[in-house]
Nanobody, 115 residues
Framework: QVRLVESGGGSVENGGSLRLSCTSF????????MGWYRQAPGKERELVAD???????NYAESVKGRFTIAKGNAKNALYLHMNSLKPEDTAIYYC?????????WGQGTQVTVSG
């Protein structure tokens, strides 16, 4: 069973930066794709960015040029570098990984942007 754990969320001012990390435990499966999703209060969960093993990377239009997704050296390690944060980026951010027809989610980490 795959367990994904996010870290790195917090509260920042408008224009600030954060780096989210996702670590996997419990399995040697290589998840593909892996991605970051977010859910703001009263809104549906949306894709922020995802990373495919064939090199494809997708970003939501709202974060292009500000966020960067990156894979770590450890299996299933994933990062999200977030710059020029805006209040509308406030949400719970979730790590996701897929293997075959299974989709695995972390518990989420809160990102709050004020100002």
């Amino acid at each position: 069973q795959v367990r994904l754990v996010e870290s790195g969320g917090g509260s920042v001012e408008n224009g600030g930066s954060l780096r989210l990390s996702c670590t996997s435990f419990g399995s040697n499966l290589r998840l593909n794709p892996m991605g970051w999703y977010r859910q703001a209060p009263g809104k549906e969960r949306e894709l922020v960015a995802d990373f495919w093993m064939d090199g494809r990377i997708n970003y939501a239009e709202s974060v292009k040029g500000r966020f960067t997704i990156a894979k770590g050296n450890a299996k299933n390690a994933l990062y999200l570098h977030m710059n020029s944060l805006k209040p509308e980026d406030t949400a719970i951010y979730y790590c996701n990984g897929r293997w075959s027809d299974h989709s695995y989610w972390g518990q989420g980490t809160q990102v709050t942007v004020s100002g």
